[in-house]
């Protein structure tokens, strides 16, 4: 059989269609998730951020005694569309967040500390509101 043009494009639509539906179905069932949820979060202190597009805001949590168990999780979904995050790393005792903010308008960062990944109970929370215009 030889391949033309016109025989390999409805293949290679098909394959792509397959392979999307497939990677959204995985999204849908929460396949593509690594961790716990976590359930309800006791009360904890709010700031707010204004700022714009092309900038970066950096939250710092003050990191649990490392044989505790307790890590920070952010905990809801925020829009990825307003901030993505770029990183993460242990600075002098905090544990600090890095986003770049990509778009306008109102998210808010989530933060609970729970004991590990697999935990859905939150010990603390803390929210960041951000306002890019």
Known sequence: MTLTATSVRPRLFLAAIVAFFGVGAAAATGALNDSTPVGPLPAGPTATTTTKPGLLVAVALPRAARKSGLVWRIARRYNSHIV???????????????????????TSLVFALTRGDASPKAVKAATQKIHSA
């Open 84 to 106: 993505r995050q770029i990183s993460e790393a242990d600075v002098r005792g905090s544990v600090v967040l890095v986003f770049r903010v990509v778009g306008r308008g109102d």
